[in-house]
C-alpha cells in the first residue's frame, strides 16, 4: 500500500474500518482473537474493505485504557482466545461452569478481568505441569515455541517481574516499591526473579498465548488483502515497566516522581485541555541513545501491525508540558521536541520509506504541518470536524489532499448517529446544504463522503457502519469512566451490510 506516491496512474485508493479488538462478539465477556476475530476478516474480505484499523493492543491497567498500557511492547492478555485454549487441552468446559451472564453489547471489565485472569492461570498450571490433567501431554511443539519466543524478546523478563513486582504489590505502582525492587542493584533483581519465579513465568506465558494468536490472526488477514493499521501512543504510563526500567529518559525527580507531565491545552474537547498525566521524556537522554528505546518500540510494533497511527504526533515538534500536581491541563507550555533530528535517524535506521500516520489533531502550527509533510507522513481528516467549523477549513472534503486519512469520525469522537442528533442546528444545516441530503440516512452519507474523498485511504468506525447512536460512542476524552467498553454482534455482520460496503468502495474506486 503506496499512499505517498503521487505520480502513480491512477492512483490505488483503499477503505477500511475502525474497530479494536475488545469489540468483537464471542462468548467471554470481552472480545478475543478467537472466532469472532476471524468472521470479522471475512465480512472484510466480502465488503471489499482492504484496510483494518486498531487502537493500541498493549495490556491496559486502570482504567482500560489503551493509550495507558502497562508495556509498551506487551499484548493485551485479555484477547486470549478461551477456545484457543480448549484446542490446546489446556482449558475443559468444566473451566467455565462459574462464567458470569455477560451483555453481549458491552463489556464488563472487572468481572471480564477477573475471570480471563481465572482461565489464564489454570491454562498456566496445565501448561507447566501437564499431569494435571491426562488429556494434556505436554506439546512439545508449544513447549519449543515458548521457549523460542522468551529468547527472543528482551522486553519480556523487564514486563515480567514488573508485573510480578505488581502482583505482589497488590497492584501499587512501582514508584511505591520498597528501593531493592523500586530500583534494583542486579542482585537485588536475582533475588526478587528468584522469589516471583512462578508468577513471573505466568506472564512470559500469555504473552507467549498473545503473540502466537495475533500473528496467526494478523497473517490471515494479510493472506485476505486486509493491511492493518496499528496505534502508538507517543507517552508512556507512569506506572508501566518502560518508565521502571528506564527512568533517566524520562522527566523524574529522585523519588520517580514526575517533574512535569503530559496533556493538551484546551481544545474542542475541553474547555480545560486534556490533563493525561504521563511523564514527559527526557529528550536529551534519548538522544545520547540515538533514541534506541524508541526505535525498538516502533519496530516491534511494525511486526505487529503493517502501518502505525501515531497518536499526539504534534508532541515530537512541541508538547505540551505542565508541572506535576496541577489540577488541569491549563498551566501548561510548549516545550520543544527533536522531531526531524529523531524521523531523520528512524529512517535511515529501518532503511525504507516509514510506514506511518501521523494525528496531526487539535491545536496544530505550520511546524508541525512542516514536519509530517518532510517526511511524507499522511495527516487524518474528520469529517465531523468539517461540519463543526461554519467556516472553510481543511476537513471539508473539496480541500482534502491525497496523502492523507479520511475518517468519519475516530474513537474519540460520537458516532455519527449521535454527533448529528447533538450538533448545533448550523452544523447540521451546512452538511444538509453540502451534500444536498435531508440526512435521514446520515451515516451512509457520511461514509459515502469518506470514501468519495480524494484522501488515498478511508476509514469508517464500524459504529457508523452499523448506523449506531451515542451508546455505543467508544471513549470520551476527559471522561475517566464507561469508555472502551462496546461490542457488537454476530447478528449485525449481514451479507446486506457487506453487498452496502462493497458496492459504495467500488462505486469511489476503492
Known amino acids: 500500500m503506496d499512499i505517498t506516491n503521487e505520480a502513480e496512474k491512477p492512483p490505488k485508493r483503499y477503505a477500511g474500518i475502525l474497530l479494536h479488538p475488545t469489540s468483537f462478539p464471542g462468548p467471554y465477556g470481552i472480545g478475543d482473537l478467537g472466532k469472532g476475530a476471524y468472521d470479522f476478516i471475512d465480512f472484510m474480505k466480502q465488503s471489499g474493505m482492504t484496510v483494518w484499523q486498531v487502537l493500541p493492543l498493549g495490556h491496559t491497567g486502570f482504567g482500560d485504557s489503551p493509550y495507558q498500557p502497562f508495556s509498551s511492547f506487551a499484548g493485551q492478555p485479555y484477547i486470549i482466545s478461551p477456545d484457543h485454549l480448549k484446542e490446546l487441552n489446556l482449558l475443559f468446559d468444566s473451566d467455565f461452569a462459574d462464567m458470569p451472564a455477560w451483555n453481549p453489547e458491552n463489556i464488563d471489565y472487572g468481572d471480564a478481568i477477573a475471570f480471563k485472569t481465572k482461565l489464564l492461570h489454570l491454562a498456566y498450571e496445565r501448561f507447566t505441569d501437564p499431569a494435571v490433567h491426562d488429556d494434556f501431554s505436554g506439546n512439545e511443539t508449544l513447549m519449543q515455541q515458548y521457549d523460542v519466543f522468551c529468547s527472543d524478546n528482551e522486553w519480556l523478563s523487564d514486563y515480567a517481574l514488573f508485573m510480578a513486582g505488581k502482583d505482589y504489590h497488590e497492584g501499587a505502582p512501582w514508584y511505591l516499591w520498597e528501593d531493592d525492587l523500586k530500583s534494583p542493584t542486579k542482585a537485588q533483581r536475582k533475588a526478587w ?238 452538511l444538509r446544504r453540502y451534500y444536498s441530503t435531508d440526512a435521514s440516512d446520515i451515516c451512509w452519507v457520511m461514509i459515502r463522503a469518506c470514501f468519495g474523498s480524494v484522501a488515498s485511504i478511508a476509514v469508517v468506525p464500524m459504529q457508523d457502519v452499523l448506523e449506531l447512536d451515542s451508546w455505543a460512542r467508544f471513549n470520551t476524552p476527559g471522561v475517566a469512566a464507561g469508555n472502551w467498553s462496546w461490542r457488537y454482534l454476530q447478528k449485525d455482520l449481514t451479507t446486506h451490510l457487506a453487498h452496502r460496503l462493497f458496492e459504495t468502495a467500488k462505486m469511489f474506486g476503492r
Open 193 to 430: 526473579e528468584n522469589k516471583l519465579a512462578g508468577e513471573i513465568g505466568y506472564y512470559k506465558f500469555i504473552q507467549f498465548l498473545f503473540y502466537y494468536e495475533w500473528m496467526r490472526l494478523k497473517e490471515y488477514a494479510n493472506e485476505n488483502g486486509i493491511s492493518i493499521i496499528g496505534d502508538i501512543p507517543i507517552f508512556v504510563a507512569w506506572d508501566s515497566v518502560d518508565v521502571w526500567v528506564n527512568k533517566k529518559l524520562f522527566c523524574l525527580d529522585s523519588k520517580g516522581y514526575p517533574t512535569v507531565v503530559a496533556g493538551v491545552p484546551p481544545d474542542y474537547f475541553s474547555a480545560t485541555g486534556q490533563l493525561w498525566g504521563n511523564p514527559l521524556y527526557n529528550w536529551p537522554e534519548h538522544t545520547k541513545t540515538r533514541y534506541d528505546w524508541w526505535f525498538k518500540r516502533i519496530r516491534h510494533q511494525l511486526t505487529l501491525t503493517d502501518y502505525l497511527r501515531i497518536d499526539h504526533f504534534r508532541g515530537f515538534d512541541k508538547y505540551w508540558a505542565v508541572p506535576y500536581g496541577e489540577e488541569t491541563a491549563i498551566h501548561g507550555k510548549w516545550v520543544e521536541a527533536p522531531g526531524e533530528n529523531f524521523f531523520t535517524m528512524l529512517e535511515a535506521t529501518l532503511g525504507y520509506h516509514m510506514p506511518i500516520i501521523a494525528e496531526d489533531l487539535g491545536e496544530i502550527d505550520h511546524s508541525v504541518i512542516e514536519l509530517r509533510d518532510k517526511f511524507g507522513f499522511p495527516g487524518m481528516k474528520i469529517l465531523q470536524f468539517a461540519f463543526e467549523n461554519p467556516n472553510e477549513n481543511s476537513f471539508l472534503p473539496h480541500n482534502h489532499i491525497r496523502n492523507c486519512v479520511c475518517y468519519t469520525g475516530t474513537h474519540d469522537n460520537d458516532t455519527t448517529l449521535g454527533w448529528y442528533k447533538n450538533a448545533y442546528e448550523a452544523s447540521r444545516d451546512k
